[in-house]
């Protein structure tokens, strides 16, 4: 005796081997032996053997019409060999009763299963729906395999054209645009941008790589939401001094400006005054939840995104010709140019002048060979520096040496111009030694009053935000908290609300462990890498853009390790496979090959080693620094 049985949702055949009450010893066609459950069992039979019972049934089932054995099975339950009697006229074979069963077992929508080889035909209602669906997915899928044939020929279907930006940045792969897009990119081995690009779509590389970055972070616009325009300050105390700032060309948020006062003792006291925002935001108002939401500005060649609506920044910046609110960092500079005691206030202070870095770089060598220029505010930025070289020594950590490069991009009219910048230069090293000392200064204020703070941190290398004051050994101070850039980080607007009210004599709005402080720390963290990562990409494509720009055919660079080569006049940092074995520092020149701005990869072959010691160079990829 032969059986047919059921075993999880599958039907199968098998030889009666021993026979028991509950169970059954079965061999399968293929000598498969195992015991199957008698409740299990839907057919016992003798004819056709087991191994050609399932094709014959499959071959009968073929000439069914689900929708007639539908419409013949009624509403009720039923058993499968009742409609195969029904459908034969008589006691259907094996054969016959198996391919109804194999039939129904096939077609879930027209028939419910109830139990072992038993139905109930779905209602009529529910059918049409069922079947009205089918026919959609499949006219679906027929559209997309049409668009899939159409990118194939790089010809963009409209419907797809219309998505672009949303296939490329965010797709949502439920979608059949995104499932033929991404057939079509298998079959001709091309990334979506490429594609797009060979349709004719994309044609301007540098808003395919600036929209990656609005579609991220701006994904309903860049454009700020009406908001009230704050007041704060008119109550405070005037500052007895004037105070001047030093920023880039185009600086709009300007943050921070410096003071200085000759005493009657003949000792200098310098002031270090911060916008202060912090009086006019308050915590939870509506340009908070603006700041909370950006919560920085980015910055990329030739554009960046504030913070803060421009009102508000233009209302706090600590412009030429105005009496703004600030918070106040004093100290009297001794002979060894080291700070005596410190004391802060928050106050109004008048701006006297913006200077630039464009006009005042040429006090840089100026500087350093001990000579002057004439221009305004020289000598206040010579004491300056002069303070901020004798607090380098005292922290024990030298800026990075002088041959290390910084740039500075310049994009006008689609061309762009980079320009190196010394890294440690006085002026630059002037404003980043003041703004050291007022956020490891703020940042032990607010440690010894036990006021929470959000603090950077650095152990084992590794730099990481923090609400407890622990050291920063990078900076080789015992605590560092940002609060020198509240128009641009909200990591400094929020510590700024906690300082001015320690100054004020009033309660933090924020404790250690509120969660309002936490998840801002936390959210800033994360948002802030993925703006330096958007910028640095930014850089890559100008570098590469410059490259075309001024048709640069040779490059010289620097080895930094194995084959990897730092290149003169631009950021960027490139693999030669051809480079020979080369120690590091060692001098090369490098032949461009090409040139993709759409992927933002250079191809370079190497062409010959150069006298010289790039080493300095080498070692600058290890070592980014700190941004005050």
């Not at 159409?150 to 296939?167: N, Q, V, W």
């Not at 006085?426 to 490891?440: G, Q, R, T």
């Not at 963290?525 to 494509?541: G, I």
């Not at 490059?555 to 290149?567: H, K, P, S, T, Y």
Request: with cysteine; aromatic share 8%; charged share 25%.
């Amino acid at each position: 005796m032969q059986v047919l049985y059921e075993e999880e949702g599958e039907i199968k055949v098998g030889t009666v081997l021993a026979q028991a009450p509950a169970s059954l010893q079965v061999e399968s066609p293929h000598g498969r032996r195992s015991k199957v459950r008698a409740a299990n069992v839907l057919l016992s039979f003798e004819q056709p053997s087991a191994g050609e019972l399932l094709p014959q049934a499959q071959r009968f089932a073929e000439g069914l019409e689900v929708d007639f054995l539908w419409q013949c099975s009624g509403t009720a339950e039923f058993d499968f060999r009742s409609l195969a009697r029904d459908y034969v006229g008589r006691e259907p074979t094996a054969v016959e009763a198996t391919g109804v069963l194999v039939r129904l077992h096939g077609a879930p929508m027209y028939f419910y299963r109830r139990g072992k080889g038993r139905f109930q035909p779905a209602p009529e209602a529910t059918l049409k729906l069922a079947l009205a669906s089918v026919e959609k997915k499949q006219r679906v899928l027929a559209q997309q395999e049409a668009w899939t044939k159409s990118l194939a020929r790089f010809e963009c279907p409209g419907e797809i054209a219309a998505l672009k930006d949303e296939l490329l940045y965010a797709p949502d792969r439920n979608k059949p645009e995104t499932k033929a897009l991404e057939q079509a990119c298998r079959e001709s081995g091309l990334t979506a941008a490429r594609l797009f690009e060979r349709c004719g779509l994309l044609t301007d590389t540098h808003q395919f790589h600036l929209k990656r970055f609005l579609h991220e972070f701006f994904p309903r616009g860049d454009a700020f939401p009406p908001h009230p325009l704050p007041t704060a300050g008119e109550e405070l105390p005037l500052a007895p001094t004037v105070a001047f700032s030093l920023d880039e060309v185009g600086t709009t948020e300007i943050d921070d400006a410096f003071s200085m006062t000759r005493l009657e003792s003949g000792m200098l006291r310098i002031g270090i005054h911060i916008a202060a925002p912090a009086l006019g935001i308050a915590p939870g108002s509506p340009l908070d939840a603006i700041a909370r939401e950006r919560l920085s500005t980015a910055y990329m060649p030739g554009r960046k995104y504030t913070m803060l609506p421009d009102d508000v920044v233009a209302r706090f910046s600590l412009d030429h010709g105005a009496a703004q609110p600030a918070v106040s960092l004093y100290f009297e500079v001794g002979e060894d140019g080291l700070p005596r005691a410190t004391h802060s206030r928050v106050e109004r202070i008048n701006i006297a002048a913006n200077l630039r870095h464009a006009q005042y770089d040429t006090l840089n060598e100026a500087f350093e060979a001990g000579k002057g220029v004439g221009l305004p505010y020289e000598g206040e930025l010579r004491e300056l520096w002069r303070v901020a070289t004798a607090l380098e020594r005292q922290r024990g950590r030298p800026s990075t040496g002088a041959a290390i490069l910084d740039y500075s991009f310049f994009v006008e009219d689609d061309r762009v111009r980079i320009v190196p910048r010394k890294r440690g230069a006085p002026l630059d090293k002037l404003v980043s030694e003041l703004m050291i000392l007022v956020n490891a200064s703020w940042g032990e204020l607010l440690a010894e009053r036990d006021v929470a703070a959000i603090y950077r941190v650095q152990s084992t290398g590794k730099v990481r935000l923090s609400v407890h004051p622990e050291p920063h050994e990078g900076l080789g101070v015992r605590s560092y908290a940002w609060m020198s850039s509240p128009l641009r980080r909200y990591v400094d607007l929020v510590n700024q609300r906690q300082l001015v009210a320690a100054l004020q004599g009033r309660r933090a709005p924020f404790g250690r462990t509120s969660e309002a402080l936490l998840s801002a720390m936390r959210a800033f963290e994360l948002t802030y890498a993925r703006y330096d990562e958007h910028q640095r990409a930014m850089e890559t494509y100008w570098s590469l853009r410059w490259l075309q720009q001024e048709g640069v055919h040779e490059v010289e660079g620097a080895v930094v390790r194995e084959n990897l080569v730092r290149l003169d006049g631009v950021p960027l940092v490139v693999r030669v496979p051809s480079l020979p074995d080369t120690a590091a520092g060692t001098r090369v020149r490098l032949a461009v090959k090409s040139i993709d701005l759409l992927e933002c990869v250079i191809d370079c072959t190497y062409r010959e080693s150069l006298a010289g010691d790039g080493a300095a160079l080498a070692e600058a990829a290890a070592n980014p620094g700190e941004k005050a």
